[in-house]
Antibody, heavy 122, light 112 residues
Framework: QVQLRESGPRLVKPSETLSLTCSVS????????WNWFRQSPGKGLEWIGYVYHSGSTNYSPSLRGRVTISIDTSNNQFSLKLTSLTAADTAIYYC????????????????WGQGTLVTVSS | EIVMTQSPVSLPVTPGESASISCNSSQSLFHSNGFHYLDWYLQKPGQSPQLLIYLVSDRASGVPDRFSGSGSGTDFTLKISRVEAEDVGVYYCMQALETPFTFGPGTKVDIK
């Protein structure tokens, strides 16, 4: 069973950089897209971006310029960095896997971490 | 980006009865490979979202067959037959045709 777990600070000051790590267990990181999502308090879900196992990335235009997602397959981890934080970045951050069948077909965002609440406040 | 809408916003249901949620996209979710890239997720209270349905109608592993998806183009439906108490939560549709992936605003299902 694949499991994902987010780790990182719960409180970050405005203008600073958020760094979160997602640890993956129970499965290989190969041939998969590894995603970050967030959910502001009481709000809906927002896709932040993904990193492929090769290291290629794709980011949401609304965050491009502030976000970097990287992967460390040797340690079964991938990470999120978000710069120039404001109160609007306060949210639960989820890491998640985009699933695929053995023949490569899309199978949804099939595994999610439990989420970590990050508060941006001085 | 593709804008997703859902209705209703809130859906009180009686256990044992059926329920339907609609999802619409601002453009077709049809891919040249023949599939529509539309998923359904359920977020139970205090939990992460969980995948129910992908590619319009394929149930994720372990999802009961009470859940079914249908639709094409820009109009999609999630149906829950024989609703159970454990089905309460917020249901989201999400398009995965192109980035940025985008979600509907959610439909809150609770028990009458």
């Amino acid at each position: 069973q694949v499991q994902l777990r987010e780790s990182g600070p719960r409180l970050v000051k405005p203008s600073e950089t958020l760094s979160l790590t997602c640890s993956v267990s129970g499965g290989s990181m190969s041939d998969m897209y590894w995603n970050w999502f967030r959910q502001s308090p009481g709000k809906g879900l927002e896709w932040i971006g993904y990193v492929y196992h090769s290291g290629s990335t794709n980011y949401s235009p609304s965050l491009r310029g502030r976000v970097t997602i990287s992967i460390d397959t040797s340690n079964n981890q991938f990470s999120l960095k978000l710069t120039s934080l404001t109160a609007a970045d306060t949210a639960i951050y989820y890491c998640a896997r985009r699933g695929r069948s053995t023949s490569g077909w899309y199978q949804g965002i099939d595994y999610w971490g439990q989420g970590t609440l990050v508060t941006v406040s001085s | 980006e593709i804008v997703m809408t859902q209705s209703p916003v809130s859906l009180p249901v009686t256990p044992g009865e059926s329920a339907s949620i609609s999802c619409n996209s601002s453009q077709s979710l049809f891919h040249s490979n023949g599939f529509h890239y539309l998923d359904w997720y359920l977020q139970k209270p205090g939990q992460s979202p969980q995948l129910l349905i992908y590619l319009v109608s394929d149930r994720a592993s372990g999802v009961p067959d009470r859940f079914s998806g249908s639709g094409s183009g820009t109009d999609f439906t999630l149906k829950i037959s024989r609703v159970e108490a454990e089905d309460v939560g917020v249901y989201y549709c999400m398009q995965a045709l192109e980035t940025p992936f985008t979600f509907g605003p959610g439909t809150k299902v609770d028990i009458k």
